[in-house]
């Protein structure tokens, strides 16, 4: 897919600087951007409340959807990386110029629902719970390499053992 493409079918324009290129469009009312990144695209949608307004720097605070606690999910093999700033991120690897603009119009309908910014209670709770993921992976790994290597090493001492001769 190009970004020539998807300016055909959803109009917008291409803009480059430096290294980035993206498509930048309206959508439903709001503003759209499809990044490319040499091979894997991403898009991002513009809340009407967002506070960003350029979608390669959007460090602000994550946000999540007023009330259920819902993750969009998008068809065509595009996954939801998140919001932030009230900018909502989806990403793929190989889309087609179809499955892109489905996506598309999908995280448009989600980018209408209720967006606000985490508590910041919450945001440290959820900041700790992912840093516990990522130790527990870090254990779970570790056991998985040692527990292998300390069978060998009693396996290995017990054959030595039994091979001297007794006292």
Do not use: N
Request: hydrophobic share 45%.
């Amino acid at each position: 897919m190009r970004l020539g493409e998807l300016g055909l079918v959803l109009g917008g324009d291409i803009r480059e600087v430096g290294d980035r290129r993206w498509l930048d469009t309206q959508v439903g009312g709001l503003r759209a951007c499809i990044i490319d990144r040499e091979g894997r695209f991403d898009i991002a949608v513009f809340t009407a409340d967002a506070r960003a307004l350029d979608p390669f720097s959007v460090t602000g605070p994550e946000w999540e959807l007023a009330g259920p606690r819902l993750v969009p999910k998008l068809s065509a093999g595009f996954l939801f990386a998140g919001c932030r700033s009230g900018v909502l991120f989806a990403s793929h690897s190989d889309p087609s110029v179809e499955s892109t603009v489905l996506a598309l119009t999908e995280l448009v309908e989600w980018a209408r629902m209720p967006w606000q910014p985490l508590e910041p209670g919450r945001a440290k709770s959820r900041a700790r719970y992912r840093a516990w993921i990522r130790r527990e992976r870090w254990v779970r790994l570790t056991r998985a390499l040692l527990a292998p290597a300390l069978v060998r090493w009693l396996r290995s001492g017990m054959s030595v053992e039994d091979a001297s001769p007794p006292p």
